[in-house]
T-cell receptor, first 114, second 112 residues
Framework: DTEVTQTPKHLVMGMTNKKSLKCEQH?????MYWYKQKAKKPPELMFV???????INESVPSRFSPECPNSSLLNLHLHALQPEDSALYLC?????????????FGPGTRLLVL | SQQGEEDPQALSIQEGENATMNCSYK?????LQWYRQNSGRGLVHLIL?????REKHSGRLRVTLDTSKKSSSLLITASRAADTASYFC????????????FGRGTSLIVHP
């Protein structure tokens, strides 16, 4: 199984809502990533988990809260978002550490904040 | 920033033609990867080339790496309409965290 799944595929939320994005993989990868991608731009790294521990937080606002409950699951909790947070949110996984890490990406969650 | 810069930003060709995309980067790297992204979808890994390699092939893809010029090229031969997508190079810097940093991407349109 070389698939990374993400739910939901689409999400519309108001600025006062709380929602969560979910990501799952069963490839035995112990590194998982959240990226944000705006239209016609490259993915921007938000968070990296390595062996279920947060290893990188790219100065992301606290209204985004990641969680890695186990080695297969990665969540991104959303609260009090702004319209400029509307984007495609991509999850990826890979083997941790070392050179030549190929990342496997999920299809993304298209988020619209009203 | 280690971010790669793809060139051209947009490329429009006819089916059957070859497509060449270039990527330049700023600092020494361990390896360089190319990814494809269909509109609004996740990225798909195409090929990885290590810093001590100069050329790699995979099917209709040919990747070259010139570390002296800090550049790479991706050639897609005999293009198909299904190759229409955005293509990103990703590098990870020597002595860095091995997390790929993506370039701006090239948007390729292949007309049937």
């Amino acid at each position: 199984d070389t698939e990374v799944t993400q739910t939901p595929k689409h999400l519309v939320m108001g600025m006062t809502n709380k929602k969560s994005l979910k990501c799952e993989q069963h490839m035995g990868h112990r590194a998982m990533y959240w990226y944000k991608q705006k239209a016609k731009k490259p993915p921007e790294l938000m968070f990296v988990y390595s062996y279920e521990k947060l290893s990188i937080n790219e100065s992301v606002p606290s209204r985004f809260s990641p969680e890695c409950p186990n080695s297969s699951l990665l969540n991104l909790h959303l609260h009090a978002l702004q319209p400029e947070d509307s984007a495609l949110y991509l999850c990826a996984s890979s083997h941790p550490g070392g050179e030549g890490k190929t990342q496997y990406f999920g299809p993304g969650t298209r988020l619209l904040v009203l | 920033s280690q971010q790669g810069e793809e060139d051209p930003q947009a490329l429009s060709i006819q089916e059957g033609e070859n497509a060449t995309m270039n990527c330049s980067y700023k600092t020494s790297i361990n390896n360089l990867q190319w990814y494809r992204q269909n509109s609004g979808r996740g990225l798909v890994h195409l090929i990885l080339i290590r810093s001590n390699e100069r050329e790699k092939h995979s099917g209709r893809l040919r990747v070259t790496l010139d570390t002296s010029k800090k550049s790479s090229s991706l050639l897609i031969t005999a293009s198909r309409a299904a190759d229409t997508a955005s293509y990103f190079c990703a590098t990870d810097a020597s002595g860095g965290s091995y997390i790929p940093t993506f370039g701006r991407g090239t948007s390729l349109i292949v007309h049937p």
